[in-house]
């Protein structure tokens, strides 16, 4: 391949993360210091650019340095040569954005794994199409069962994900989740707004995604010509978070009670209109019962009653899985990144205090 | 008769720890004295990184002015990514790529980096990179016969004054650079 080629791949990804952010060449060039024409040479691949160029450059578009210069996941470069200057409404914006935080992360975990410091896990993927809300379930029991969870309630979500070989990131991002599969290795971002109910879900779903053999996808809500794969994933997602099975063995003689469902919501950290969909679809739940308890949401003091006020933190404070974690603080201990750059990996979970003291501590001159 | 071997000078490329104290402690010309016989490099992204602390400290300008320092630009796409793979070990923050465009630097010439953050040192010696901070310097510059040991103790004083964090004091340096083998 030749230099202009490869600065030609340089310049549209540039394109691709200036959409992204909402700019024009204009908007750009001025934040950059840079004449309009530079902007739109270098996006062509006729002008190269230099490293306090593309440290201007990428803090513009609020992308990480590297995102520039390496190549989009395959999947995903196919569908940025969709994208068209003048289709930017919302929604593609948003849905690149998240394609942005996506191969960020993505990144991340590849920089780890070539660091040798994180071992790519095998991916759990079924070769059987899934095509129905009952395959989905089916198929979600088959996953638990792979994980060795049963019907427990599952602790970490992100602890799960990542034996399936999806590494999640909780973070900012314009939709709900997105997640991609890049050779061997999987990855998910899943929204760090609304409640850990709601980003249990979310994960779930992205889970569901790899599981069932996307190699891409993006949840920026429900899209009517997607309802019918977004229908199937949710019945995914529901039945890795509440087994229907939990609740027909508890509701099978007189039905299930409200405190019986606020209990299995709390234990299993689900959101009240799931527990009451998994009740429903168990037939353990009368149409009245459905109908009222669906219009008064317990308090959180009534979860916490339910599980004797033990703090529950999947998801909360915890952005990056436990795994990827520890293979951060590892390359850290081995000096293969500083420990700015230990922080920056970790995305929020700790920072510069909470790293082990007396590493490198006697540096020679 | 056998011809000479054309005498090459050493490349040191130089982060903006080491250039900015200097700089501060107006002993800029002192360093340029020290180094006269090794190639010397920064990187513009170095220099932007001097150039926004003007305002509050103008000796900055000093850097710029002095023409005994080469600008790497890193401007060819294998220049431009190693660098950002040194960001990737370094990190992004504003010193943390200022480190990056020196080690990458250093890299491409198979020079030594000079930078007196600790943490920067360990990492990129992991890599291979031969790296060292002010301190070593200054013990060199002994060992050729440049500096005196009093000398250098009363730089490094200058140097702490304006905040630059070094491993030992004027006073404790010949024990501190003899602890190291370096006098």
Known sequence: ?365 | MTEEPAVVAPVWVLDATCLSHFARAERLDVLRDLLVDKECWTTRVVLEELDKGVAEYPALQGVRAGDWLKVAELDTLDEVQLFASWVGRTGSGERDLGEASVFATAELHGATAITDDREAVRVARTYGLDVHGTIWLLAGACRDGKLSEPAAGNLIDALRSTGMRLPCTGAEFSDYARRYGLL
């Open chain 1, 1 to 365: 391949m030749s230099d202009d080629v490869q600065w030609a791949d340089v310049g549209e990804r540039l394109r691709g993360a200036r959409l992204a952010a909402g700019l024009s060449q204009e908007d750009l060039a001025v934040r950059v210091g840079l004449e309009r024409t530079m902007i739109a040479k270098i996006e062509s691949g006729s002008r190269r650019i230099d490293a306090l160029e593309l440290i201007r450059i990428a803090s513009a578009l609020q992308v990480p340095v590297d995102y520039l210069l390496r190549p989009a996941p395959p999947i995903l470069s196919r569908r940025a040569s969709l994208v068209a200057e003048d289709t930017g409404t919302d929604v593609t914006r948003e849905s690149e954005r998240l394609e942005v935080a996506l191969v960020a992360w993505l990144h991340d975990v590849q920089q780890l794994i070539g660091l040798n410091v994180l071992q790519p896990k095998h991916l759990l993927r079924t070769e059987t199409p899934v095509d129905s809300s009952a395959a989905a379930r089916e198929l979600a029991l088959w996953v638990r069962g792979q994980l060795e969870a049963g019907t427990e309630p599952i602790e970490s979500l992100m602890e799960l994900c990542e034996r399936a070989g999806q590494y999640v990131l909780v973070t900012e991002l314009p939709g709900d989740g997105a997640s991609v599969v890049d050779g061997d290795v999987a990855a998910a971002v899943v929204s760090i707004r609304g409640d850990p109910g709601r980003r249990r879900a979310t994960a779930a779903h992205e889970l569901g995604h790899l599981v069932i053999g996307d190699e891409y996808s993006n949840d920026l809500g429900v899209h009517a010509s997607r309802a019918d794969r977004e229908a199937v994933l949710d019945a995914f997602a529901a039945e890795i978070l509440l087994p229907t099975q939990v609740l027909t063995e508890i509701g099978q003689a007189d039905g299930i009670t409200r405190d019986q469902l606020i209990e299995l919501a709390a234990r299993y950290r689900t959101s009240w209109s799931l527990a009451i969909r998994q009740a429903d679809h168990a037939g353990v739940l009368t149409g009245e019962a459905r109908r009222e308890w669906s219009r008064s949401t317990p308090t959180r003091a009534e979860f916490m009653e339910a599980v004797g006020w033990v703090p529950q933190s999947d998801l909360e404070s915890i952005r990056v899985p436990p795994g990827y974690a520890h293979a951060v603080v590892e390359a850290w201990r081995q000096g293969r990144i500083t420990a700015t750059r230990a922080v920056e990996l970790m995305h929020g979970q700790i920072t510069l205090a909470d790293l082990p003291v007396g590493v490198g501590a006697d540096v020679e001159p």
